[in-house]
């Protein structure tokens, strides 16, 4: 059982579901050929086993030939929200920390193509990276916050999060009225336009202004 580390706090609390919304940037949609559309973005979900932590590195699957990194506003909720109201899904959110999702695009494009499922895509060991929680009661939110990823030293995403099409709020009310979120999950809300192909020895560093930071490492 994995467990959602915390700045500032000693509580521990088993990882739920990750609840990942795709297509919540119009420049990243349009890098990848898509769309943008008025309705609620793309969900699909990571295992609890996906997770590692930063300072761990991330395993290139064998099975594929285009690892790409996403980063993202990940949401740390609190406590069990079904059908939310706005008031009730900001609650929800307890507090916030930076994450990676990372894809296999070569066979993202092979599952759009056809119709299928992207699980195996996106589902993978090492997959989701992430760095401690900071709980909302050590910071507010602004909503601007800069979002940044370096590959190698060499900037890859640069954007912030008042890009994002829909909110944070928006998006914990929208998924609790399709399914219940519970205390320990994470919703991670979408990546900017600067997604690009990493190879093992590859190093990445994500920050997130004033939520944390992340450094791994590409491996075999």
Request: aromatic share 8%; with cysteine.
């Amino acid at each position: 059982m994995r467990y959602i580390k915390f700045k500032n706090s000693e509580e521990q609390v088993p990882i739920g579901k990750l609840v990942c919304i795709g297509r919540n940037y119009s420049d990243h949609i349009k890098e990848l050929g898509g769309k943008t559309q008025d309705e609620f973005p793309i969900m699909f979900l990571k295992p609890a086993s996906n997770v590692i932590f930063s300072g761990d590195s991330v395993i290139h699957p064998p099975y594929s030939e285009n690892l790409q990194h996403e980063v993202e506003l990940v949401l740390y909720i609190g406590e069990t929200v079904k059908n939310a109201t706005e008031e009730e899904a900001a609650n929800a959110i307890y507090g916030y920390t930076v994450g990676l999702d990372m894809t296999l695009r070569d066979l993202q494009f092979q599952f759009k193509a056809k119709g299928d499922p992207w699980t195996l895509a996106k589902c993978f060991d090492t997959a989701a990276v992430l760095t401690d929680v900071l709980l909302k009661s050590d910071y507010q939110l602004r909503g601007d916050e800069n979002i940044l990823l370096k590959v190698n030293d060499t900037v890859k995403h640069n954007s912030s999060i008042s890009k994002m099409i829909f909110s944070p709020v928006d998006i914990v009310k929208h998924i609790s009225s399709r399914m219940t979120l519970e205390k320990g999950d994470l919703v991670f809300t979408g990546t900017p336009e600067g997604v690009s192909r990493v190879f093992p020895g590859d190093k990445i560093f994500a920050e997130l202004e004033n939520i944390g930071t992340i450094t791994t490492k590409i491996i075999n």
